[in-house]
T-cell receptor, first 113, second 113 residues
Framework: NAGVTQTPKFRVLKTGQSMTLLCAQD?????MYWYRQDPGMGLRLIHY???????AKGEVPDGYNVSRLKKQNFLLGLESAAPSQTSVYFC????????????FGNGTRLTVT | KQEVTQIPAALSVPEGENLVLNCSFT??????LQWFRQDPGKGLTSLLL?????REQTSGRLNASLDKSSGRSTLYIAASQPGDSATYLC????????????FGKGTLLTVNP
């Protein structure tokens, strides 16, 4: 049982380039989330999804887009990367509403030069 | 806006010691509260989830308490081991879908052999 898998693990981009981060979960979870973690800022929610075909904005959505075409996958896109998007990105998933815990992937470390 | 404070920011103890990590939050209207552990370069692992109607939750050597009215939670670790060394984060949740989950910045715990 792999849990939550993020690809890639590391990436370096130049300013203005685009990329997509992939998150896959094999636990049949309804809810999925993208967070970024920065020193001194803690974890902040970028976008989330409460089911296949749905997405919603979190605390810091600007500069990012997401898609949830399949229940098991949640994609995070950067259309035109900026140095301010240098961060560690975490995907998480949850069974559904209610008192079920959040499961995290191991993160993607992104550097934008 | 929910503000979460974790004290201390860092803690170093000898192996075998019992210890308490503190978490305070400003908005007591929470649905549940989770404690997570994060190892360097890894994602977060859920340790305990306390529902708003509960006072305590236990898992092995870990015990988490919740005093919702005063906006406080503690994580008690008994008989600490070097393998407990990690960053511990608390996250009160205002809604059942977890998109209202707010993370503290964490306590970095080092257990010395």
């Amino acid at each position: 049982n792999a849990g939550v898998t993020q690809t890639p693990k590391f990436r370096v981009l130049k300013t203005g380039q685009s990329m997509t981060l992939l998150c896959a979960q094999d636990m049949n979870h309804e809810y999925m989330y993208w967070y970024r973690q920065d020193p001194g800022m803690g974890l902040r929610l970028i976008h989330y999804s409460v089911g296949e075909g749905t997405t919603a904005k979190g605390e810091v959505p600007d500069g990012y887009n997401v898609s949830r075409l399949k229940k098991q996958n949640f994609l995070l896109g950067l259309e035109s990367a900026a140095p301010s998007q240098t961060s560690v990105y975490f995907c998480a998933s949850k069974l559904g509403a209610g008192n079920s815990p959040l499961h995290f992937g191991n993160g993607t470390r992104l550097t934008v030069t | 806006k929910q503000e979460v404070t974790q004290i201390p920011a860092a803690l170093s103890v000898p192996e075998g010691e019992n210890l308490v990590l503190n978490c305070s939050f400003t908005d007591s209207a929470i649905y549940n509260l989770q404690w997570f552990r994060q190892d360097p370069g890894k994602g977060l692992t859920s340790l305990l989830l306390i529902q708003s109607s509960q006072r305590e939750q236990t898992s092995g050597r870990l015990n988490a308490s919740l005093d919702k009215s005063s906006g406080r939670s503690t994580l008690y670790i008994a008989a600490s081991q070097p393998g407990d060394s990690a960053t511990y984060l608390c996250a009160p949740n205002r809604g059942g879908s977890n998109y209202k989950l707010t993370f503290g910045k964490g306590t970095l715990l080092t257990v010395n052999p």
